[in-house]
């Protein structure tokens, strides 16, 4: 992994400023062992198998964590966005074991890193960083266990339908995606997307380009996914 130089001291205080005192002793440690780090996008952050040697925290960009399926499907099972940590990571540290997934930067990404043997030392130590850690653990398990549920129970029409809308109003009205893409967002075969992105084109809800798509009727994909809910 790449490692700037700099010092990582900004980004600790703003991260941390809610939950140490600012005169606690171990948050001065964590000034002088974390370290800043840039990675390119769609770098290798980590593999399925690899030992875990790092507590990750994203301070901006973004990291996706994905399965890979016996088949070589992948599937998206969370973000890293900007001051949140990885569940994987955190939970492959205290365990102690490999990791199951692999992770990779979407865009231009800055993390703060904290080695296996500071990260220990630190948890044993300190309270105001195990709240730290295990707070930002416990909110990144429920919104794992909720994609697990979306995946499993939810309908993929509607799931689609609420992708397109969201994407398509990030991106004024255009989805830059595969098909293959949008089936990882959604944990679902490129087949069963490509049929239903035929479905809502029938109906002149979107018009479907090479590795794009022009949303051109939000109101009726929101009403899918309102439907439903």
Known sequence: MPVQKHSAR????????DWFPQDDIVLEQLRHQLQLVELPAAYEVFRRGDACRNYLVVIDGSVRVQALSPGGRE????????GQSCVITTSCLISQEVYPAEGITELETTALV??????????GKSEAFRR?????????????IHRIEDVAFGRVDVRLAR????????????????????????????????????VFERRGWIRVGRGSIEVLDTESLASVWKAAD
Do not use: C, P, W
Request: glycine share 10%.
């Open 10 to 17: 900004e980004s600790l205080d703003i991260l941390f400023d």
């Open 75 to 82: 599937v998206t099972l969370y973000r890293v966005a900007g």
């Open 114 to 123: 904290l080695q296996q043997g500071a990260f220990n030392e630190m948890l």
């Open 132 to 144: 730290f850690v295990f707070a930002n653990q416990g909110q990144r398990l429920s919104d794992l």
């Open 163 to 198: 992708l397109l809308f969201d994407q398509g109003r990030k991106g004024a009205g255009r989805v830059s995606a595969t098909h293959q893409k949008l089936a990882s967002e959604l944990g679902t075969a490129r087949e069963v997307v490509s049929r239903q992105l035929k």
